[in-house]
């Protein structure tokens, strides 16, 4: 299984970006896929999850901010982030996990917000 993130770059204060990330290979009964984030200097952390019936959770810093969403036929998932802010720039990353089975990273997608 592969992941592959896309949709980074440099985003004025207050601007938006989505973010995607398809997931490919020999994929079975998804339970979560997820978007975390890391900063430098700082702990990898986790920014927003949905579930494989579509519910989904936020960190408090990105709530309200940010949303989730999924693409089944494609396995793709999303993350639109609007009104973004300097504490927003990081690596962010997409976590797959399967249902009682492994867990899967990919590689990150880079976003700066600066003016």
């Known amino acids: 299984v592969q992941l592959q993130a896309s949709g980074g770059g440099l985003v004025q204060p207050g601007g938006s970006l989505r973010l995607s990330c398809a997931a490919s290979?020999?994929?079975?009964?998804?339970?979560?896929m997820a978007w975390y984030r890391q900063a430098p200097g700082k702990q990898r952390e986790w920014v927003a999850t949905i579930r494989s019936g579509g519910y989904t959770t936020y960190g408090d810093s990105v709530k309200g901010r940010f949303t989730i969403s999924k693409d089944n036929a494609k396995n793709t998932v999303y993350l639109q982030m609007n009104n973004l802010k300097s504490e927003d720039t990081a690596e962010y990353y997409c976590n797959l996990d399967i249902l009682n089975g492994p867990n899967y990273w990919g590689k990150g997608t880079q976003v700066t917000v600066s003016s």
């Open positions: 290979g020999s994929i079975f009964r998804i339970n979560t």
